[in-house]
Every structure is written in C-alpha cells, then in structure tokens.
C-alpha cells in the first residue's frame, strides 16, 4: 500500500512467533496485490450500478512464497526491540514482465475458477518460461490460490479470526460518521510445514512429468486451518470499498515509496508508524503501516485515492486500535 505495485513477490508468512520463522510482508507482494484487485474489481463493478469496490489491503497476504530481490533500498526506518528494523519503505518496483504478467494471470484464473469461497489451492504450472527463463522470479515453482470467504456480520469475522488464530482484528473504537463494515476476509498460510510443502511440490511435479498430455497445468487443494492475515473493508454511504484494515503475523513490513507522492514517520500515541501518500488516482491512496509489540502484529490501513478519509482521520483510525 502506499501503493500496491506489481511485484512478483510472494512472501511468506508465520502464523505464530513461536512456532514458525518469520519473513517479511512485502505490501508490494502478488498477494497484497491480489486483495487489492479484488477490492478495486468490486468498486468497478458496482459503480456501473451505483459504483461499489478496492484493497490488496492484501489480502492473500501471505499464502505462498515465490521469494525474489525487489528494490529494497529503504527510506524510512522503523526499529523494535533489540534495534531490528521491522517496519520500512523501499524504492517501488517497476512490476513483472508483460509476458510473465499475463501468463501467471491467465493460470491464476484458470485456478481460481475450480475453487469454491474458503478453498486453498497449489498449483505447478509446466511451463519453462515461467519456471526458468523469465530472468525474474525462479525460485519457486509452485505457486497458490485461494479464494476468500466474505463475512458480511463482525461477530462471524471474528469467531473466524479466532478459529483460524488468526491475528484479531477487533473494530475501530473510532470511525467517521457515514462509515460502516462491509465485510471481512480470513487469508490462510501455506508452505510454512516445509515437509508438508515439499511432498505437495513433489506431487505436482510429478504429475507433469508423467503426464503423457500437453496439459500445462497441475493443481492440488490444500486443507487449512491456520491463518495469517485478516482485512476487514469499510464502506462510507454506498456499498463502494473506501478503505481497508489489515493485521497479519509477520517479521517485517515493507511500505512501497510512493512515485507521485510522500512518506513520513509519524506518531500514533507512544507508537511509531509509517505513513504514505501517492497522488495517483487509479493506483494511489493514502497508507498508514505500524507494528504492535504486545500483540506480534502488523497493521496497515489504507485508503483509496478518492476516499473521504484523509491523514488525521486515517491516524485517529489507527489510534483508536492500540490498546
């Protein structure tokens, strides 16, 4: 956020400290991109009704990992703890490639579309560009997919949060007049059970090696039941998304530069946070990341370009969350 660039990054991301390492939550990452998607095809398609829908406030954040280099020359610093740097900007990246772009859309569709709300999917595609020769993200050919489950009513999202331990995303004790919750969303991990992963890796490709067909793509459904990451959206008046609130478990937050805009650290109370504006209206908005010691979380808010909420709302937002 800050804004959602097109980076191919897929990173991983823990359920609990205690249990798994952590990888950063790159907020360029494909799966922060894809909640954005969905958030932005929604406003699209209820604005030729009335106008509804926007976030990749990620929302997948964190399903699998395809860990490449992006632009990481960070601006803005944030340090936690024993002086680690957990919260930060880096430079935007300038997305895939147009063919790798397309490819991966036209198997990402191919996949979503056998999937029913609540289902995880890994899947391999058999395809040498995409797995060596893209010259951008080799590193892991097994890719995922998952389709969320819209919870229209707070108290069903947040008895999922708590069945999936997810990170609790209580409602804001502030909010501004007109706005409302408009649903919530549970995002899964998968690939932590490097055990579990590998013989799902080991399957797929497999199957493409036997296969005596030309079928390109391989899929397999994944049982879940932890969650990394939950995104509630609020409208303001219609049902359009305005803006978006997201918590995930994780070990670092990365906050793309903005390209048509700024950055700065600021204040929420006695807690540091980064906050970012880019001026461009099909992809910007205003985006607010922080990271909360006491509950191991990452938050981030962000709002469309042409949302009602502005900076001083989005920090009173985001103040009326920390305990």
């Known amino acids: 956020m800050g804004t959602f660039t097109t980076d191919p990054n897929e990173e991983l991301i823990k359920c609990h400290a205690s249990e798994y390492p952590y990888r950063t939550i790159d907020v360029t ?36 990992a395809s860990l490449t280099a992006y632009a990481a020359t960070g601006q803005i610093k944030i340090f936690y703890g024993k002086g680690d740097v957990i919260v930060k900007t880096t430079e935007s990246s300038s997305g895939l490639p147009v063919k790798l772009n397309e490819l991966l859309n036209e198997y990402d569709n191919r996949v979503a579309a056998d999937l029913e709300p609540g289902e995880l999917a890994a899947y391999y595609i058999d395809n040498d560009y995409i797995n060596f020769k893209n010259g951008y993200d080799t590193v892991n050919p097994i890719k995922s997919k998952y389709t969320p489950i819209d919870y229209r009513s707070y108290d069903d999202f947040l008895k999922e949060q708590l069945r999936t331990s997810a990170p609790v995303l209580k409602r804001p004790s502030y909010l501004p007049q007109g706005v409302s919750f408009l649903h919530g969303q549970v995002f899964p991990y998968f690939g932590v059970d490097r055990t579990e992963f590998e013989g799902i890796k080991a399957r797929l490709m497999d199957r493409a090696f036997a296969s005596p067909n030309e079928e390109k793509l391989y899929i397999e459904k994944v049982e879940w039941s932890k969650a990394s ?49 880019d001026e461009d209206m099909e992809f910007g908005g205003i985006t607010l990341g922080w990271y909360d010691e006491k509950q191991q979380t990452f938050y981030i808010i962000h709002a469309n370009a042409d949302s009602v909420i502005e900076k001083q709302t989005i920090i009173k937002i985001a103040e009326s969350m920390i305990p």
């Not at 494909?30 to 509804?52: D, F, H």
């Open 229 to 277: 990451t939950t995104v509630a959206y609020y409208s303001y008046e219609t049902q359009d998304v305005d803006f978006s609130i997201q918590a995930a478990y994780g070990l670092g937050l990365s906050l793309s530069e903005p390209k048509n805009g700024s950055s700065e650290k600021i204040m929420l109370e006695d807690t540091e946070a980064i906050y970012t504006q």
């Open 29 to 64: 990452s494909r799966v922060m991109i894809e909640i954005e998607s969905l958030q932005k095809k929604r406003r699209v398609r209820n604005r030729a009704l009335t106008r509804m829908a926007s976030i990749s406030v990620a929302a997948l954040c964190v399903i699998l």
